[in-house]
């Protein structure tokens, strides 16, 4: 294809991209429309500008890419000891600690993902929408331009920004998905390694002698349960070590319209009380565990992340999904419940040349090992084991 018929226009919101090409460029199992219907309509102005840059070729429009704006903390991409010095300064110039940043992708979606229609190879668009995306990034006072954790399969395309462009591409958190090959839950549980089986059953066993649960899944929660189901997400998410997006009841309630949406939910069978939810989603074979919330003064012996995790099981199976994808972060207990991890990749340009080789520098040496502890020892057992053949993913090995 030739680069000049390609050209890029952008929409302000949802309702600017023809419901028809959400449904052709975002088919299940993507979070298609109702997510980033879900997303502007729920307060998050002070912390983001959606936009979605739409591709034609010869006129004719052939696919899009969802975008947001956002004011990046320095702390979080910049090695320790400088985000310690920029986090003094940017009490006193605000500018100094954030980055701000035209990203493409959804600030809250595990991956990244530009609509095209069948037909449409990413790898003939890539650069002048990269090119669009620039001159976009300059008109919003964004200095860098970032692909949001995009997967394997679409690494091949993104790659064409490097050599036209001057993107560099550094490793992301890893996804993570269970594949449910098993034909039940019983069979998935009995294809676990031997020590993760009997550590899913002894936790559960444990758990259910200190603690009788209840498990309904929610369809449309009240706004009492949804008061209950947002104070169990604050306690999450208040503990969490990676907060890129701050949301409050108000996407609770707006997700709760949307029919793709389930709230797995578990009560103390003596008090009533809500102690876990898990927001799934349910788009065709697979299920999202979009957000989870546990009530952590009940927390630890009681092993209520596992319980969560066997209830969503059942429901996964109930409506017939064949995976289930989990996200990024708190890689520790989806090891031992059999996740595997799903390689994830930022492609990334600064325009300030000093500042863009910085950035590179820093970024091409980051992997696995050096984002989460948890993978660093992860892949470390996985190593003195020497188990299966491997290959270089992100920075680092994987079978």
Known sequence: MNASSVTVSFRTNVSGIDPALWGACFATPLEGRFWYDTLEGCGLEDQFTFLYAVIERDGVVVGFAPCFVHDVPISLVAPAPVAAVLGVLSRVYRRVGYQRTLFVGSPCSDEGTIGLLPGVALADVIVPLGRALRAKALE????????????????????????????????????????????????YIRSL?????????????????????????????????????????????????????????????????????????????????????????????????????????????????????????DYAYSVGATEIQSGQTGYRAKFDLG???????????????????????IGTRVTWRSLDPDLATYLEAREKKGDGKKREVGGEQRE
């Open 140 to 187: 919003l006072s964004a200095p860098m331009v970032v692909f949001k954790d995009f997967p394997d399969e679409a690494l091949a395309g993104l790659r064409r920004l490097v050599a036209a462009e001057n993107f560099f591409v550094m490793a992301s958190y890893p996804g993570t998905v269970v594949a449910l090959t098993a034909p039940d839950k019983a069979a």
């Open 193 to 313: 390694g031997h020590t993760q089986r009997h550590n899913f059953q002894k936790k559960l066993r444990r758990s259910s002698e200190l603690i009788e649960l209840s498990t309904n899944v929610l369809m449309r929660p009240s706004d009492a349960e949804l008061a209950e189901i947002f104070g169990l997400f604050m306690q999450t998410f208040e503990r969490g070590k990676t907060k890129f997006e701050r949301l409050d009841i108000r996407f609770f309630q707006q997700v709760r319209e949307k029919p793709e949406a389930r709230f797995v939910v578990q009560r103390d069978a003596k008090t009533g009380e809500m102690v876990t939810f898990m927001l799934v989603f349910h788009l065709g074979t697979r299920v999202i565990n979009k957000f989870i919330g546990i009530d952590y003064a009940r927390a630890g012996k009681t092993f209520l992340y596992f319980r969560l995790f066997d209830a969503a099981l």
């Open 339 to 361: 996740h595997r991890l799903v390689p994830l990749h930022n492609v990334v340009r600064h325009r300030n040349p000093l500042i863009h080789a910085l950035f590179r520098a």
